[in-house]
């Protein structure tokens, strides 16, 4: 979290705006969303083939994060209960 927050602030993503185009047929247009604790908001939505250094830059490492929590193994897997709590874990 620490990285993604200086990510965006060193790449001043509450300032992005991208020009409003067409999207090519199967071309992939992914949106980041940033809420601030102080409520304050901003979304960007960018075409895939549409170059922006600054939303690749967060784009990139946010798919980074992803790549990482797909090689943890799960704490638990199977079927919900809502009674399970991991071993050692003293429930409040």
Known sequence: MNRLTQLIRDHSFFNISLKERSGI????????IVT?????SHRVAKWMRDMHPDFDAIYDALLEQVRLAQKVKPVFEGRFDPQWVPDGFVAP
């Open 25 to 32: 047929p199967d071309e992939a247009r992914p949106t980041i």
């Open 36 to 40: 601030l604790a102080s409520g304050k």
